[in-house]
């Protein structure tokens, strides 16, 4: 028991300063009365001169004990523990990937910085908001390209961003089907049968993307779609529309504000069956905070002091 003890929050051993330095204050000021009658009166006229000698000692036990409270006021609060218990941790089993394109076309500059820019920004956005499940990236032009498999941190993956650009894949052009693909691929690898993709792109989807998203759907893919552009250079919105209907997903178009992000961070607003998400239960060990035992001292010691005229006397 002894190797395992040790304190939850030990940063409230902080407020033992201000106890201490009342306490050391108190005895400074009684020691400092007493001399003032010591150095002007005889010693054997002492005791008759200090009527409130008993008192005085009332007042140094009633400090005190103020004193030992307020010690297991913050050893409770400091959370004392050597023992573990194992508590059920219920979360949203999700698998989501997010497809980024990072083709030419992104590099067009009609939102400011540019197109890729900006969808990196929204990524991050995104990545913050995950709260629950298993995050993975793909970015892709004529071919994709794993960023970071499933995981649960995503952190890893927003360090990650910052260095993405157009030059960092061989090849140009654009398939959007190919991405999907390879980003099914990278929640079956993870050992999930079903999960969530995110496209991010300016490229208007064709046919054969449309027939890979409704074949990944199908499976148990569901395909959301985050077009990103100046509404007036992108020609026409139903493309995309299509592509996330083929998939059984959502389509927003790139906003300004956080409300795209926020529409495609909410993964309650995003489940049209129960396919894509699941729950499942941890055990989770956790330390025990045996600090409320030392209330109860706390309380038997307050017994002495409650009465009014006693704690008058501090004053």
Not at 134 to 149: C, R
Not at 203 to 218: G, Q, R, V, Y
Request: with cysteine; net charge neutral.
């Amino acid at each position: 028991m002894l190797a395992n003890f040790h304190f939850l929050r030990p940063l409230w051993f902080l407020a033992f300063v201000p106890a201490i330095i009342l306490f050391i204050s108190f005895y400074k000021n009684k020691s400092n009365h007493e001399d003032i009658w010591q150095k002007h009166c005889d010693a054997h006229l002492i005791n008759h001169l200090m009527v409130n000698s008993t008192s005085n000692r009332d007042n140094t036990t009633l400090a005190t004990l103020i004193f030992v409270i307020w010690s297991f006021i913050i050893i409770a609060l400091a959370g004392p523990t050597w023992s573990m218990y194992s508590d059920n941790v219920y979360q949203k089993n999700i698998a989501r990937v997010i497809a980024l394109d990072v083709s030419q076309s992104m590099n067009n500059n009609d939102i400011s910085p540019s197109r890729l820019e900006r969808a990196k920004y929204k990524t991050l956005d995104l990545l913050k908001n995950y709260k629950e499940g298993q995050t993975g990236m793909v970015v892709f032009s004529s071919e994709p390209f794993v960023v970071s498999p499933l995981s649960s941190d995503s952190k890893t993956i927003a360090n990650m961003i910052p260095v993405i650009n157009s030059t960092i894949v061989p090849v140009q052009g654009v398939d959007i089907g190919k991405s999907l693909q390879k980003s099914a691929k990278l929640i079956a690898d993870a050992g999930f049968s079903n999960g969530q993709i995110l496209l991010i792109t300016d490229n208007e989807p064709t046919d054969s993307d449309n027939k890979i998203a409704k074949e990944l759907s199908t499976a148990g893919y569901q395909i959301n779609v985050l077009a990103i552009g100046n509404n007036k250079n992108i020609t026409n919105e139903k493309y995309f529309e299509d592509l996330a209907n083929a998939g059984n997903g959502h389509y927003m178009f790139f906003t300004k504000d956080n409300s795209d992000v926020e529409y495609f961070s909410n993964d309650s607003s995003l489940q049209d069956s129960a396919k894509s998400t699941s729950n499942s239960t941890t055990a989770n060990n956790l330390w025990r905070d045996q600090g409320h035992w030392l209330i109860w001292f706390v309380i038997i010691l307050a017994l002495f002091i409650a009465r009014k005229e006693k704690l008058g006397r501090l004053c």
